[in-house]
Nanobody
Framework: QVQLVESGGGLVQAGGSLGLSCTAA????????MGWYRQAPGQQRELVAF???????NYADSVKGRFTISRDNAKNTVDLQMHSLKPEDTAVYYC????????????WGQGTQVTVSS
């Protein structure tokens, strides 16, 4: 099992910014998928953004142009910078990774709450 520790959630007003960080207890070079998901109350967990081992990134349409995912191989972190936040961005955000060393499934962090007030 790979330990993932998220940090950086909190309360922010609409239009504000927050940064999330996920520290993995494994070299990022052993991961072929690193992403951020979110789950709002009563809703299904959805993929927000992911970054592949080649550095390519993908975003949900709802966050394109506002969120940026990045990785720091030296620190083993995957970060999500969120700008122009909206109340509908309120959710628990989860870091998820996949490593061939640990099978085909995703490995999850514990989640961090992001609340955007209107």
């Amino acid at each position: 099992q790979v330990q993932l520790v998220e940090s950086g959630g909190g309360l922010v007003q609409a239009g504000g910014s927050l940064g999330l960080s996920c520290t993995a207890a494994i070299s990022l070079f052993r991961l072929n998928f690193m992403g951020w998901y979110r789950q709002a109350p009563g809703q299904q967990r959805e993929l927000v953004a992911f970054i592949s081992s080649d550095g390519s990134t993908n975003y949900a349409d709802s966050v394109k142009g506002r969120f940026t995912i990045s990785r720091d191989n030296a620190k083993n972190t995957v970060d999500l910078q969120m700008h122009s936040l909206k109340p509908e961005d309120t959710a628990v955000y989860y870091c998820a990774v996949r490593s061939p060393s640990y099978g085909p499934g995703l490995l999850w962090g514990q989640g961090t709450q992001v609340t955007v007030s209107s």
